[in-house]
């Protein structure tokens, strides 16, 4: 082996020096160099029977669990999770809010960073937690398996690194779902193919349970926590739930929100807290000092701002001081109002990011390019012959983003970009704003049918990007919750009606905004976020209500590679499954 001259080693030195004064937001490492411990995990996709409200199915999970296992790790730790299909769906599993720095091979959603794992076939999601830690959850990204085949995600501090916040006793995970007496694939099935919306699901679920407030609920289907007095207990809420935003309240306790998708934030106390699909929120309940001789519901209801059908159901668990065997009096929340968008708008505006020397809120300043997308339902022409579709008008509905209602490829848009072979898979050519202006949150327009396409938006390394997100009323306003795969964002503004480019900027606050992954756009109104594109690939971003995506409320960004070696993408992976 040839000898390496001093002179070059330090002109390297310097060179790398320099790039990363002039980036310095570039990440200096790869992925796979930390320091931190490699886990490893089996994912077995297996069929299991399970009875809730009195009916068994036969349903997807994962190693026979529902909801699935729980994955922990720590910040810098790599994750190698091998998962292996046995049943009859194709299956993808997406890693809700992990960054995946130039490792989108990793990120899951089917279609979009990877053919879908076939039935018989395995893939080894190989990724490391660079620069996160915090609550976060998987989840199958293939059609409706959402709706059985999801889990907690959880990411302790570096050892040595502690919570900016009080050492909690003891951490409990709670995660909300649905629960379908029925099969969710056959329920998303036949609403597109009548064009109608989808049955709503027969009860919202906490850790799998719906728990005693529904009907035919046994006494095991309740889940129960049990606490002791005069300790501080972190909870880790997570909203899994396919198509409703929560409300989630403890009977008698008050809550400190203390982290929001993975990301501390200014604390606060709240009787009751809002997350909506795709957002977790970290929570601190002190217990009482003493024993209290009573239980308390741990209560979720949906808060729903649209026209459509809707769950309009309470889930409980029970918070329990003391013996079991006890019987005690329960006590029950008052929860808000099924449409409270005052709660909603005043919770949203207390959260903010801590913005300090440890944990800074670096929103991009410099801003190099600017997007204005519409959201919201539309419909396309009834495609079956002599019958009358069961949408709006004899319509099917549909969902868009710009007027483009999302179309999925048959093979993978990275592995497409990457091998240069997009010709025929996508178009570079999504639109940056609206085909069309109109009042968007006003009366309707007339013609709410949209357009169809498989169209992407290509970002350069590094830019700054601010993105407006602007609800519209064409079939009844409605709030979204947008999720952004591959990055966090900010969320610099918020606000109803039609955004104003003149005077909606001037009150943006660029101090500490809280910095999310999954945003919730108000009903009849309008978020601005900011984020910077340093992670090279193909990014999805999309409703993360199951029908507004499964009628095409989705579109993806390309971001390029930059100039140096570490603004790439890794190749991808031997084992990459095949469409």
């Not at 053919?115 to 059609?143: D, E, K, M």
């Not at 193919?193 to 049955?199: A, E, V």
């Not at 010709?423 to 999504?430: E, L, P, Q």
């Not at 945003?519 to 601005?528: C, E």
Request: glycine share 8%.
């Amino acid at each position: 082996m040839a000898a390496i001259s001093p002179s070059k080693t330090l002109m390297s030195f310097t060179v790398l020096f320099v790039a990363l004064c002039i980036f310095p937001h570039i990440n200096a490492h790869p992925p796979h160099i930390n320091g931190g411990k490699t886990r490893h995990y089996k994912f077995n996709i297996q069929m299991k029977n399970v009875t809730r409200l009195c009916h068994t199915k036969s349903m997807v999970t994962v190693n026979g669990k529902f909801p699935g296992p729980s994955i922990f790790a720590r910040e810098g730790d790599r994750l190698l999770i091998e998962v292996v299909n046995n049943v009859q769906h194709n299956i993808s599993i997406h890693w809700h809010g992990i960054r995946q720095l130039r490792s989108g091979w990793a990120d899951g959603p089917a279609y979009i960073t990877q053919c879908p794992i076939q039935t018989g076939n395995s893939y080894v999601y190989n990724f490391t937690v660079i620069g996160q830690r915090g609550t976060l959850f998987w989840h199958a990204h293939i059609s409706w398996l959402r709706a059985t085949v999801y889990g907690p995600l959880i990411i302790h501090p570096k050892l040595g690194d502690n919570y900016p916040f009080t050492k909690p006793y003891k951490e409990i995970p709670l995660i909300f779902g649905e629960w379908y007496n029925g099969d969710p694939e056959e329920i998303i099935k036949q609403a597109l193919l009548t064009g109608g919306g989808p049955n709503v699901s027969n009860a919202y679920t906490i850790n799998g349970f719906p728990g005693p407030l529904n009907n035919c609920s046994a006494k095991n289907d309740t889940l129960k926590v049990r606490v002791v007095p005069g300790k501080t207990y972190l909870l880790r809420v997570i909203n899994a739930a396919l198509n409703e935003d929560l409300f989630f309240s403890i009977a008698n306790h008050s809550l400190i929100v203390v982290e929001a998708d993975a990301v501390y934030v200014k604390p606060f106390r709240a009787d009751t807290v809002l997350i909506a699909p795709g957002q977790t929120t970290n929570l601190l309940l002190e217990t009482k000092s003493r024993f209290p001789r009573a239980n308390f519901f741990m209560a979720a209801s949906p808060y729903i701002t649209g026209t459509g059908k809707f769950g309009n159901s309470t889930v409980a668990g029970i918070l329990e001081y003391g013996n079991p065997g006890r019987k005690f009096p329960v006590f029950k929340p008052t929860l808000p109002a099924l449409n409270d968008t005052v709660f909603a708008t005043d919770f949203a505006s207390k959260l903010r990011s801590l913005a300090t020397r440890q944990f800074p809120a670096n929103v991009p300043v410099k801003i190099d390019r600017r997007f204005f997308f519409t959201i919201g339902l539309g419909t396309t022409p009834c495609d079956r012959a002599n019958v009358t579709c069961k949408g709006p008008k004899g319509a099917k509905f549909s969902a868009s983003v710009n007027n483009v209602s999302f179309v999925r490829p048959n093979t993978a848009l990275l592995q497409s970009h990457y091998a240069g072979k997009s010709r025929g898979v996508y178009g570079s050519d999504f639109p940056v704003y609206p085909t069309r202006w109109f009042n968007y949150t006003g009366t309707p327009p007339n013609n709410t049918v949209v357009s169809k396409g498989t169209r992407v938006e290509v970002l350069p390394f590094g830019a700054g990007v601010e993105l407006i997100l602007q609800d519209t009323s064409i079939l009844g306003a409605e709030s979204h919750p947008l999720h952004l795969h591959g990055f966090n964002f900010f969320v610099v503004g918020r606000g109803f009606g039609n955004f104003d480019p003149e005077n909606d900027p001037k009150n943006y606050n660029l101090v500490d905004p809280v910095e999310r992954n999954t945003v919730a756009v108000p009903s009849g109104g309008w978020a601005s976020i900011r984020f910077l594109a340093d992670n090279p690939g193909v990014w999805f971003m999309h409703c993360h209500f199951e029908a507004h995506a499964s009628w095409g409320l989705e579109m993806a960004w390309l971001v390029l590679d930059g100039n140096l070696p570490y603004q790439k993408m890794l190749p991808p992976p031997n084992d990459l499954p095949k469409c």
